[in-house]
């Protein structure tokens, strides 16, 4: 058995328990047992008590097709109405959204104003561009309250929304728009970063051809410079907003009617549109804004993520408005004007809930690592970290000197597919070690198993698992049965059942607590976002020169993950110089995918190590990157001599 370090353990804070909604383990086993013991039961209490359905559910998980299963058959609802209507009655002028510019602008958007907001943008893409229940909407949106009322009034009329992060370029919009089959895209002409103007229209243009399926654009205007108008496709939303009810009846949705599609990367191929339907969905949401965060009815909540991605939606929109909780929106760059911005955010707003990436956590302390000195960061009480294993030296800088050591710091583990925190501290009950998601959630059957689907020993690292159908769970990939079962329910099972795997690695500590040791497929993990190495060799591939190409992560101190690539050139090509390669390589990747695939690190070699069947042998590119001495058997490989040229070239 491997050893494992003993981790120092962290008591939650006294004065915060007692309060929380769940105030120590005896009541987190409590609920972890009563799942276990009546797993319908469970859930079914949940959904009734914490959805407002406008007709009652009458069956609360069909399995008989799994893993094709439906929660809550015969619940009909509406998650715009769950995240608005509902707080109405006892919060309309509270603040629903807060939100603050690039250049320091403010807005607060109260639940009434939330109202007439998403009312009228309903109505818009009902009235005006004919969208009807069911049909794709693209959302390519910078980080406006405009990109919430978009998604939410999508949901109001059950169009299906498909969020498009702003840093994927017109190729990659142009891919997903074609993949969903979205007749309407939702965008800006652009918004502001570093108190300057950047563009989005233009990439959308670029992304819509004669052959497309969308026939309207909608423009926000919010940095108004001048974009190019395509007349009969384009329409400005600050002019077609004003003439529009503020009433719009939602759409009476079954539970299982799809909500949103979002694209993601997998191990082979294009990226997947995974797809979220409402009731599970927005049930959980809500269950971990309350569980997870702990969000008190006064507080103040912020998210630093953005909405192109899942944290966005359930952790920015869905869940904080289901749970009727005041959201910050931030557009800006959390470094500028310096780093001190989001603890300047914190002070101001009196920030109770932060919740950020590693990645983020790791440029503020480089970057500004006194600058939390210079504000009062009392008001905080949770502290968040996603997308990625934190590393210890961030994670002590987090609790201590934004957390005044008396915050707890909840490492919530989940994916885009999980729809929401699977594996997370609860802060008011978990003792907590640093750089460690630590337990299941309560109704959430997660597991580390082995190939053979038995537990996974103490110090062992194994499959991280999830055995039983959750709420929240991926539906499906979009217009793929096939992959959708193949890529999760295909490789790991228990007691001969498929379960659900989620591509990670993990292992338990004696205590049983669960640390998450990274993907164990060929995904990597740059900056907390996901990046397939296939789409990104696709990419590579498409410039000319490249004959062939292997990509692989190479630990990176601040993105977590960098992309390292070894290109072999056609014999033919006539490179003379390689620096200026690279950049025109590079620039192929930001047009086919945008600057989030840029590579850290390229490489010219004369061959890749392969096995005699073709595959590459992407174990010992990984270990080269990391400039790690290669112990594996090389002896199978085509040409042995190729890894002793790559190590060679690369100590030049
Ligand atoms: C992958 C999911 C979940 C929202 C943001 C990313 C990694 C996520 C943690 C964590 C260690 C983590 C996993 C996972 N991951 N959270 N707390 N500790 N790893 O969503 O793009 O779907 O990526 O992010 O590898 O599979 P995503």
């Not at 790991?492 to 795997?501: C, I």
């Amino acid at each position: 058995m491997s050893q494992i370090e003993a981790k120092p353990v962290f008591q939650p804070n006294k004065e915060f328990s007692k309060t929380a909604r769940i105030k120590n383990m005896c009541e987190y086993k409590a609920l972890q047992d009563a799942a276990t013991e009546d797993y319908e039961g469970f859930w079914g209490g949940y959904a009734k008590e914490k959805l407002d359905w406008i007709e009652p559910f009458t069956n609360t998980l069909d399995e008989s097709n799994f893993p094709f299963v439906k929660w809550f058959g015969g619940g009909k609802l509406n998650v715009s109405a769950q995240c608005i209507d509902r707080h109405l009655e006892f919060r309309k002028n509270k603040a629903a959204i807060i939100f603050e510019g690039d250049r320091g602008d403010k807005q607060v958007i109260t639940y009434l104003d939330l109202y007439y907001k998403v009312n009228k943008f309903a109505n818009l893409l009902k009235e005006d561009f004919g969208v009807k229940k069911g049909d794709r909407v693209v959302i390519y949106m910078p980080m406006i309250p405009e990109a919430a009322y978009a998604m939410l009034a999508c949901a109001r009329i059950g169009a299906i929304h498909s969020i498009v992060f702003g840093g994927f370029s017109s190729e990659a919009l142009k891919d997903r728009i074609e993949d969903a089959e979205a007749k309407v895209v939702i965008t800006a002409d652009g918004a502001y970063r570093k108190d300057k103007p950047y563009m989005l229209k233009p990439v959308v243009d670029a992304a819509i051809d004669a052959n497309s399926p969308v026939k309207k654009v909608l423009v926000i205007e919010r940095n108004n410079e001048d974009v190019t108008w395509v007349a009969g496709r384009d329409y400005s939303y600050n002019e077609l907003i004003k003439s529009k009810s503020g009433k719009c009846e939602p759409e009476v949705m079954d539970a299982e009617d799809p909500l949103f599609l979002l694209y993601t990367s997998g191990s082979t191929g294009k990226p997947k549109g995974v797809q979220h339907n409402s009731a599970g969905y927005i049930l959980w949401a809500q269950m971990t804004m309350e569980w997870v965060f702990d969000v008190k009815e006064n507080d103040t909540y912020w998210c630093t993520a953005d909405v192109g991605w899942i944290t966005g939606h359930t952790y920015i929109v869905y869940g904080p408005l289901a749970m009727g909780a005041t959201t910050v929106m931030f557009e800006g760059v959390i470094t500028h004007p310096d780093a001190g911005r989001p603890w300047k955010m914190v002070e101001e707003h009196k920030i109770n809930q932060f919740y950020t990436a590693p990645t983020a956590i790791r440029v503020l302390h480089k970057m500004g690592e006194h600058e939390p000195l210079k504000y009062d960061l009392s008001s905080l009480k949770v502290l968040g970290t996603v997308g990625e294993p934190i590393d210890p030296p961030a994670w002590k800088w987090y609790y201590e000197a934004i957390g005044g050591s008396k915050c707890a710091i909840v490492d919530t583990y989940w994916q885009t597919e999980t729809g929401g925190h699977i594996v997370s501290p609860i802060p008011g009950a978990t003792p907590i070690k640093p750089a460690c998601a630590t337990f299941p959630l309560p109704g959430i059957m997660a597991e580390i198993l082995d190939e053979n689907g038995e537990k996974s020993p103490v110090g062992e690292k194994g499959l991280m698992c999830v055995t039983r159908p959750w709420p929240s769970m991926i539906r499906g990939v979009w217009g793929d049965e096939k992959r959708f079962v193949k890529s999760y329910f295909g490789d790991v099972k228990k007691d001969g059942k498929p379960v659900y795997f989620t591509g990670d690695g993990a292992v338990y500590d004696a205590d049983g607590y669960i640390t998450i040791t990274g993907r164990t497929d060929d995904v990597i993990n740059v900056s907390g976002h996901r990046m397939g190495t296939a789409e990104v060799e696709a990419a590579i591939k498409k410039h000319p020169n490249v004959a062939e190409v292997a990509v692989v992560g190479k630990p990176h101190e601040i993105k977590g993950e960098g992309i390292f690539a070894y290109v072999v050139l056609k014999s033919d090509s006539g490179v003379a110089d390689e620096v200026e390669e690279v950049k025109a390589i590079n620039k192929v990747i930001q047009k086919e995918i945008g600057n989030i695939a840029l590579c850290d690190d390229m490489v010219f070699t004369s061959g890749l190590p392969k096995t005699r069947s073709g595959k590459i042998m992407r174990r010992i590119l990984r270990s080269i990157a990391k400039g790690e001495e290669i112990t594996q058997d090389i002896s199978t490989l085509e040409d042995p001599s190729i890894v002793e040229k790559i190590v060679n070239m690369l100590r030049k």
